[in-house]
Structure formats: C-alpha cells, structure tokens
T-cell receptor, first 114, second 117 residues
Framework: DAGVTQSPTHLIKTRGQQVTLRCSPK?????VSWYQQALGQGPQFIFQ???????QRGNFPDRFSGHQFPNYSSELNVNALLLGDSALYLC?????????????FGPGTRLTVT | AQSVAQPEDQVNVAEGNPLTVKCTYS??????LFWYVQYPNRGLQFLLK??????LVKGSYGFEAEFNKSQTSFHLKKPSALVSDSALYFC???????????????FGAGTILRVKS
C-alpha cells in the first residue's frame, strides 16, 4: 500500500518564476492538505482540497493556488516566486469521515528560490 | 484561533532514562491533539492522537501522551529512551469547531530530542 508521494524531491527556481508541485495521496484517502515548513519552524497550513474544491485556506497570498483531480491527487502552484518561498512543502492526505483521522505526510518537496 | 506551544527547543536525555516533550495548546472548541516525529530530510511521521476518552494515549514505538484538560497540555512521554528516538518532534492541534470547514492542523515550532548513549 503506497503512502503519500510527492514530486519532485528538490527544485531550484529563480525569483519571479512559477512552480508546480505534485502529490498523490495514500490509497483510500480523499482529502489533501498542503503545508509549508520553513527552516527551523513547524509546518504552516496553506490549504486543503476535498471533492476537487478548496475547502479551507490558511494565511497565504493568492500567489499560492492548488487543484485536486478526480483521482484525489493534487497540485500546488506558486506564482511570482519570492526568496521567502524557499521551504519544504509537505503534502498530507486523510480521510474525510466522522472520526477525526490523522493526516499522513509525504516526504516533501524542497524548494529553493534564488 | 488555535495555537500550540512547545516551550523547549531541545530536550536532552540519556539512553534508558524516561523522556518528556512538553506541549500546551489553545482552541475554542474541544481539541484533537496529535504528535508527529520528523527525521532529517524526511516528512512527518504520525505517532499518536487524542480525540476523546482515556487521557493516556499510547502510540507507536513505545510513546505515549497524557491529555490534561485543566492545564491544556498534551505532553509526549516514553519510559525508556533510545538513541534512535533522536529526532524533531511536533505537537499539533485541530479544533473540533473547525470540522465543518476542514481539518487543518496547527503545529508547534518543534522540539529537538537528543538521546545520548
């Protein structure tokens, strides 16, 4: 049973460019969340997708957008990259059900903006 | 808005000794609490959760956590530490009132655990 997978593993971009990160959820999960983890900090919630719609959003600018596909996989897009966007981007999947299930995290994508 | 505090940046303990990693939280509704561990250059790995019921929760790798509502705490514990437990530990909270809108987690800043042989 595959866990959460993310691609690419590492990415280097220049300020002003755009980037797309990808995530495949754990088998059986229908909800995908994205987090940004800056160096030395805890993960910060970006947004969550369920039923192909953004259900919840954290305090991130509109430069950050996403998408969920019918197979539950998801993409995170960041436009007009800033140096401060350099971070580990984590995808987490879970099951939307009555019981609060834990979120399972992927290994992350390390984004470096130069 | 919910928040989590992990008051210790680093905890040092000798192998074989008990360990405690502290966590306090703040939420409007009832808390759902989680502990995760992160190894270098890796994602977060789930250890245990408290949703309701018994205040002492047992999880993976011999870890347990005690929920204390009056002190709004959820400290992570292990009776006997191993060198391999050395890692970065995160406490996270989800507000039960948030259910309608999603299930985002709010994380603490993390605590580095170093177990020395």
């Amino acid at each position: 049973d595959a866990g959460v997978t993310q691609s690419p593993t590492h990415l280097i971009k220049t300020r002003g460019q755009q980037v797309t990160l990808r995530c495949s959820p754990k088998s059986g999960h229908d909800t995908v969340s994205w987090y940004q983890q800056a160096l030395g900090q805890g993960p910060q919630f970006i947004f969550q997708y369920y039923e192909e719609e953004e259900r919840q959003r954290g305090n991130f600018p509109d430069r950050f957008s996403g998408h969920q596909f019918p197979n539950y996989s998801s993409e995170l897009n960041v436009n007009a990259l800033l140096l401060g966007d350099s971070a580990l981007y984590l995808c987490a999947s879970s099951l939307n059900a009555g019981v609060p299930y834990e979120q399972y995290f992927g290994p992350g994508t390390r984004l470096t903006v130069t | 808005a919910q928040s989590v505090a992990q008051p210790e940046d680093q905890v040092n303990v000798a192998e074989g000794n008990p360990l405690t990693v502290k966590c306090t939280y703040s939420v409007s509704g009832n808390p759902y609490l989680f502990w995760y561990v992160q190894y270098p250059n890796r994602g977060l790995q789930f250890l245990l959760k408290y949703i309701t019921g018994d205040n002492l929760v047992k999880g993976s790798y011999g870890f347990e956590a005690e929920f204390n509502k009056s002190q709004t705490s959820f400290h992570l514990k292990k009776p006997s530490a191993l060198v391999s437990d050395s890692a970065l530990y995160f406490c996270a909270v989800r507000d039960s009132r948030d259910e309608e809108y999603g299930n985002k987690l709010v994380f603490g800043a993390g605590t580095i655990l170093r177990v020395k042989s």
